[in-house]
């Protein structure tokens, strides 16, 4: 396998988070067709994902911490959600990133999206361990976002981006298999009746969401993936259900950039992504890493 898959989720995520920024939190159903110039929190998050990925060759969960501690402090204004700068906070005063922090700020942890919109780079390196993709996606998870929704989002999210890597023609049948919390097993099921009424948005987003709760946002991406015959027009579609338009743009295009690869997404699209050359650098660096391991060289 080439690097086109990796290289194609990560700038997918990048261009989906772009595209969808423009409208986060509108609500009704109009599309948008041309990403914005900025990306928000999700892809600075997923960068820094990939970055602790890659150079730890594995996961560490004290060195990503780190990471996302540093990526905020450098661009507060990415547009975080409420729970994590506060945790940055508690990590920079000495805290540990296994001590389920967000439960000191929600009930039993957060079921916010804030996990599962970053996680691609753990679908990418995991691509072939579904046992290990789920530990990685849940310990990754746990640093801003332990409740048990929260994690199996993420989970799932990087599950779903597995399966794109590899083509996988039963796909929902695969996630279904993978999923073990009732909220997702059951919107899953309800996907495939939808797709031949993904143009009555009105039911897909009461039946899926559209929300910044994980459980209403990643099935609806991975909806979002399936409805569309290209990257583009899924990305188009993720967005034009509106709510929270950057993390389900970044959700969908991370699924789809894997299945389509980096050719399969708009040139015009790529050449005015921000720090476009910075992100592909990153899926390249990532293929290798992974590849290399594969093959026993490490
Ligand atoms: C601004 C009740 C809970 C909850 C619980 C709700 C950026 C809260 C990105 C909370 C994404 C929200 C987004 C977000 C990602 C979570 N009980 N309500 N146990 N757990 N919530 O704070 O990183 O856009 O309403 O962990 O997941 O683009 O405010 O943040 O759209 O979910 O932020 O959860 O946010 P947080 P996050
Ligand atoms: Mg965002
Ligand atoms: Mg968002």
């Given at each position: 396998?080439?690097?086109?898959?990796?290289?194609?989720?990560?700038?997918?995520?990048?261009?989906?988070?772009?595209?969808?920024?423009?409208?986060?939190?509108?609500?009704?159903?109009?599309?948008?067709?041309?990403?914005?110039?900025?990306?928000?929190?999700?892809?600075?998050?997923?960068?820094?994902?990939?970055?602790?990925?890659?150079?730890?060759?594995?996961?560490?969960?004290?060195?990503?911490?780190?990471?996302?501690?540093?990526?905020?402090?450098?661009?507060?204004?990415?547009?975080?959600?409420?729970?994590?700068?506060?945790?940055?906070?508690?990590?920079?005063?000495?805290?540990?990133?296994?001590?389920?922090?967000?439960?000191?700020?929600?009930?039993?942890?957060?079921?916010?999206?804030?996990?599962?919109?970053?996680?691609?780079?753990?679908?990418?390196?995991?691509?072939?361990?579904?046992?290990?993709?789920?530990?990685?996606?849940?310990?990754?998870?746990?640093?801003?976002?332990?409740?048990?929704?929260?994690?199996?989002?993420?989970?799932?999210?990087?599950?779903?981006?597995?399966?794109?890597?590899?083509?996988?023609?039963?796909?929902?049948?695969?996630?279904?298999?993978?999923?073990?919390?009732?909220?997702?097993?059951?919107?899953?099921?309800?996907?495939?009746?939808?797709?031949?009424?993904?143009?009555?948005?009105?039911?897909?987003?009461?039946?899926?969401?559209?929300?910044?709760?994980?459980?209403?946002?990643?099935?609806?991406?991975?909806?979002?993936?399936?409805?569309?015959?290209?990257?583009?027009?899924?990305?188009?579609?993720?967005?034009?259900?509106?709510?929270?338009?950057?993390?389900?743009?970044?959700?969908?295009?991370?699924?789809?950039?894997?299945?389509?690869?980096?050719?399969?997404?708009?040139p015009e699209w790529k050449e005015n992504l921000e720090?476009?050359?910075?992100?592909?650098?990153?899926?390249?660096?990532?293929?290798?890493?992974?590849?290399?391991?594969?093959?026993?060289?490490?």
């Amino acid at each position: 396998m080439g690097p086109s898959k990796f290289i194609g989720s990560l700038i997918g995520s990048a261009i989906g988070d772009s595209l969808g920024a423009q409208r986060e939190g509108t609500y009704g159903f109009r599309e948008v067709t041309e990403p914005g110039p900025v990306y928000t929190d999700d892809t600075a998050m997923m960068i820094a994902v990939a970055e602790s990925l890659i150079e730890c060759n594995g996961f560490d969960g004290a060195h990503m911490a780190r990471l996302f501690v540093r990526s905020f402090e450098r661009e507060p204004w990415r547009g975080y959600g409420a729970g994590p700068p506060g945790i940055f906070k508690m990590i920079k005063s000495g805290r540990k990133w296994d001590e389920n922090l967000d439960r000191e700020l929600y009930d039993g942890g957060s079921f916010g999206n804030g996990s599962a919109m970053r996680v691609a780079p753990v679908g990418l390196f995991y691509y072939n361990d579904p046992e290990k993709l789920r530990e990685v996606s849940c310990q990754s998870s746990r640093i801003t976002h332990s409740h048990p929704l929260g994690m199996e989002g993420a989970a799932l999210q990087a599950c779903a981006v597995s399966l794109a890597i590899r083509e996988e023609q039963n796909f929902l049948e695969k996630l279904k298999e993978f999923t073990r919390a009732d909220i997702y097993r059951k919107k899953i099921d309800v996907l495939e009746k939808l797709l031949d009424k993904k143009e009555d948005r009105e039911r897909v987003v009461r039946e899926l969401g559209n929300g910044i709760e994980a459980f209403n946002s990643v099935p609806t991406a991975i909806f979002s993936f399936l409805a569309g015959s290209s990257f583009k027009e899924a990305l188009i579609y993720a967005v034009s259900l509106g709510g929270d338009t950057d993390t389900i743009g970044a959700m969908t295009g991370a699924i789809a950039g894997a299945w389509w690869g980096v050719d399969g997404i708009p040139p015009e699209w790529k050449e005015n992504l921000e720090n476009r050359n910075y992100i592909e650098g990153l899926g390249m660096r990532m293929w290798e890493t992974v590849m290399s391991s594969q093959k026993g060289l490490f």
